[in-house]
């Protein structure tokens, strides 16, 4: 406030033609505070309107020597100065300006000036020296398109070039390539264009230059042929997959994609460096779900060295990285034991490949390791080993039925039936079993093979001790069948109807009685027809309450039943039987009441 009274008054001293006084007053004012920016504009002012050249100019010295970071004091000296037409005394005052590297636009401003002057030369050297103060991408441009606008091609490309040497490796932009590489375009260098965009692409990071490979797939479709433009393709979809495995690098679809792009057209050195940075991620969860994926990752690391790289060594490489990996204690992967063994036999190294799945079914024994192991030696015709393999398999895992039944099919095509036959017999005295009558049918079905009878009779009859299964009774009844024995068929089933006669076994009931009717159809006569055909029941339907768990009504529900002839006899004389009993006790109590009356008729006469 105190400095607009010192201007006001100095207006006063002005309007009133006393210069010399106002004059007088501004520097009274400048006394007071030498930095009051409006106070230097209002006395240089003043002194421009009277064309006071000089004391204008000594002013703008004073101010800008004070107070050089001001830049409305230059841009006012200047102007000053052109407008005086003195050029010379302008370009000085700029070069004492530049020396305080101010902003871009007094650089903008000085280059303007020698432009409009037609100083090209001047306005170049000042472009080299404004880079360089403000070393930007966009001022390097600006510094190029000034020298192709004058058309200096040679020196805008010497521009470029010597932006790409100051900014290096370490610090490059995508924008100084990109107005590179349209500037050769523009000079139909379409060869230097490309060579600047694949430099380019290969220098920065996919993160760096998503603006690149825009430029880069409309240069290659206005002057690239099929097969730049697929690499402009090829390249914006690694960039994807790039990105997506930044995000996320357990995201291993991401690495398929990605590999399987470079499978396709890449080096094998890049193949095999994303295969080591995609195997380099190690699922957090410790679960074999988990794993799953990233397991395959390494089986197709390992194809790919063997049939793509063809490098056998670091195929033997990868399989044991493979297996140090595999958290073996918690679970494994099989898949990777049975390929490293085949990979060795492929190599005809028999030796290794055994060494592996003996390793295998030590340190993770597996069903599918073991049946592997069996498969080869099968294969190698070396079948004490496959029994020595079996007996460790079924060792592991005596329950299960299925290995069971292998190893004595593998005696039976060796022709020893007799170790078949006892490798049965101790399979089915084990106390537990996964599928104990697919090894009973199993050991059956080989007895009848071998035609051995009695021996079939003697496995049904054990059989038959420890399940009354229907379908057991059935098998036995149809296998006498088979070999002419119509009448122990029918015996067994006869058996069989007595000891399903039980309320819970209708259904079974039902089924051995229509397998019995079919049987006595094909070898039957009228009368056991007949016979079988009065102990069929009936079908009826009937209603039960149905049981609630928490104590409500349920309803009533409807339901078949089966009425089986003896039981409806048996039902009926019960009837029968406690009728009789009712009308028994009732004649009893008549009685009574008959000899109660008699009595009190003698005893009123003797009265």
Not at 80 to 90: D, F, P, T, Y
Not at 236 to 259: C, G, M, S
Not at 358 to 365: F, N
Request: proline share 2%; glycine share 4%; with cysteine.
């Amino acid at each position: 406030a105190v400095m607009v009274n010192w201007i006001k008054y100095a207006r006063w001293e002005e309007e009133t033609q006393e210069y010399q006084r106002a004059r007088s007053v501004y520097e009274r004012a400048l006394d007071v505070d030498h930095r009051c920016v409006p106070m230097w504009l209002k006395y240089t002012e003043m002194e421009m309107r009277h064309k006071q050249v000089n004391h204008a100019r000594n002013l703008w010295d004073r101010a800008v020597t004070l107070m050089p970071r001001v830049s409305q004091f230059w841009y006012k000296y200047t102007y000053m100065e052109e407008m005086l037409e003195n050029v010379a005394g302008a370009r000085q005052v700029f070069e004492r300006w530049m020396e305080w590297e101010p902003e871009e636009q007094a650089w903008s401003s000085y280059i303007n000036m020698e432009l409009r002057y037609k100083e090209i030369d001047r306005a170049r050297n000042i472009y080299g020296k404004f880079v360089l103060v403000h070393p930007t991408v966009k001022n390097w441009i600006k510094f190029a398109k000034f020298e192709e606008k004058h058309g200096n091609i040679a020196g805008a490309r010497e521009v470029y070039e010597r932006a790409v040497d100051f900014f290096g490796e370490e610090y490059m932009e995508e924008g100084l390539f990109i107005g590179f590489a349209k500037f050769e375009e523009g000079q139909k260098e379409s060869e230097r264009a490309r060579a600047i965009y694949k430099y380019a692409l290969e220098k920065l990071t996919k993160e760096q230059c998503p603006d690149l490979f825009k430029s880069y797939s409309i240069f290659e479709k206005k002057f690239g042929d099929r097969r730049g433009i697929e690499d402009v393709i090829i390249n914006k979809r690694r960039f994807k997959y790039e990105t997506e495995i930044k995000q996320n690098p357990l995201n291993y679809d991401a690495w398929f994609d990605l590999l399987r792009l470079l499978e396709a057209d890449g080096s094998l050195e890049d193949v095999r460096d994303t295969y080591e940075r995609a195997i380099a991620n190690i699922p957090l969860v410790a679960s074999k779900k988990g794993w799953r994926r990233y397991i395959y990752l390494w089986i197709n690391y390992t194809l790919f060295e063997e049939l793509e790289a063809e490098d056998v060594d670091k195929t033997r490489e990868v399989y044991k990285a493979c297996l140090e990996v595999i958290p073996h204690k918690k679970f494994t992967f099989g898949k990777i034991w049975l390929m490293f063994a085949q990979f060795e036999i492929r190599q005809k190294n028999l030796d290794a490949a055994r060494k592996i799945l003996g390793t295998s079914i030590g340190k993770c024994p597996k069903p599918k390791l073991f049946k592997g192991y069996i498969d080869l030696e099968l294969q190698m015709r070396e079948f004490d080993r496959c029994r020595k393999i079996y007996e460790k398999f079924l060792e592991h895992d005596m329950s299960n039925c299925n290995t069971w039944m292998k190893f004595a099919e593998l005696e039976t095509i060796l022709g020893d039936t007799d170790r078949a036959r006892a490798i049965f017999n101790l399979a089915i005295q084990q106390p537990l079993l996964d599928m104990p009558e697919i090894l009973w049918k199993a050991y059956i079905d080989f007895e009848i093979e071998e035609e051995e009878h009695e021996r079939v009779r003697a496995l049904y009859q054990a059989l038959l001790q420890r399940t009354k299964h229907v379908k057991v009774w059935i098998s036995f009844a149809n296998f006498e069948a088979s070999i002419e024995h119509t009448k122990k068929a029918r015996e067994i089933y006869e058996e069989a109807d007595r000891s399903l006669q039980s309320d819970t076994q209708k259904e079974e009931r039902v089924l051995c009685l229509e397998a019995w009717r079919e049987f006595e159809t094909k070898h039957g006569n009228d009368e056991t027809q007949d016979a079988i055909k009065k102990k069929m029941p009936r079908r009826v339907k009937k209603r039960r309450k149905i049981d609630v768990e928490e104590g409500g009504e349920g309803g009533w529900e409807e339901y078949w039943d089966y009425i089986f002839p003896d039981t409806e006899a048996n039902s009926s004389n019960l009837k029968f039987l406690q009728m009789a009993k009712a009308w028994k006790k009732q004649q009893d109590d008549d009685d009574s009441d008959s000899e109660e009356d008699d009595e009190d008729d003698d005893e009123d006469a003797a009265d």
